[in-house]
């Protein structure tokens, strides 16, 4: 495919951006993407840095199907389409339960920034900050990260109908997992989706244009 001109602020995010995402990832729901799409923007409005990659997670589905998508904003590319996994508090085969809280063993949804790439006892894995206060912004606190894990790949789902459940992490496929915090380490944006009513009406994110924004000097303020 020829790349696309490099997306800027003003144009990143407009709607020819979700009609060519939408082509390529056609089994993610489109109110899902509208929702990923709008959250970003509103972040880059209010100080977070241009991403070139945006991935989203819908929770809503179960964790037997692929339900993580990474897209090239820069060319409008689907990069991946996989599993990932849920924390075992969240639920079982569907998830129904999200946390911000510390030792919950919970999922939290929301939009999020990938920072980091670093080694640790799951190997190669990728820090999480979560960008919506009261929402999602302990996820460094509760080490809410990207990291690979046995129990999320096909035969998981063969032998037992799903995959299995993390700590409340989004746990990859070992063999994506390089691949995933390649294409996300260093201020990438992640987008979790869950029909939550309550989140879906007050997220600053999503409500961008109500004035309930906080900035992003606000934003990283409530994470310390």
């Known amino acids: 495919m020829l ?115 670093y080694r640790g006892k799951h190997g190669y894995s990728l820090r999480l900050d979560g960008l919506e206060p009261g929402i999602n912004d302990l996820a460094r606190q509760r080490a809410i990260v990207i990291h690979g894990a046995d129990y999320v790949n096909d035969t998981w789902v063969k032998d037992y109908g799903r995959i299995g459940r993390s700590h409340g992490c989004p746990a990859v496929d070992q063999q994506v997992v390089r691949q995933v915090v390649d294409h996300l380490k260093g201020g990438q944006l992640v987008f979790k989706y869950y029909p939550d009513q309550e989140w879906l009406q007050s997220s600053g994110y999503l409500n961008c244009d109500t004035g309930r924004m906080a900035s992003a000097s606000e934003q990283g303020a409530s994470r310390t």
């Not at 972040?43 to 990474?70: H, K, Q, Y």
């Open 3 to 117: 790349a696309l001109p490099a997306l800027t602020t003003a144009s990143a995010f407009d709607p020819s951006l979700f009609s060519r995402l939408s082509s390529v990832a056609p089994t993610l729901n489109t109110d899902v993407l509208q929702n990923a799409l709008r959250a970003s923007a509103c972040a880059v409005r209010n100080g977070v840095e241009m991403p070139a990659r945006l991935a989203v997670i819908d929770f809503s589905l179960p964790s037997s199907v692929e339900r993580l998508w990474i897209f090239d904003l820069q060319t409008g590319e689907l990069v991946l389409q996989d599993l990932v996994a849920h924390g075992k508090n969240s639920g079982t085969l569907e998830s129904n339960a999200f946390s911000n809280v510390e030792g919950s063993h919970q999922s939290s949804i929301g939009l999020f920034r990938a920072s980091e790439s």
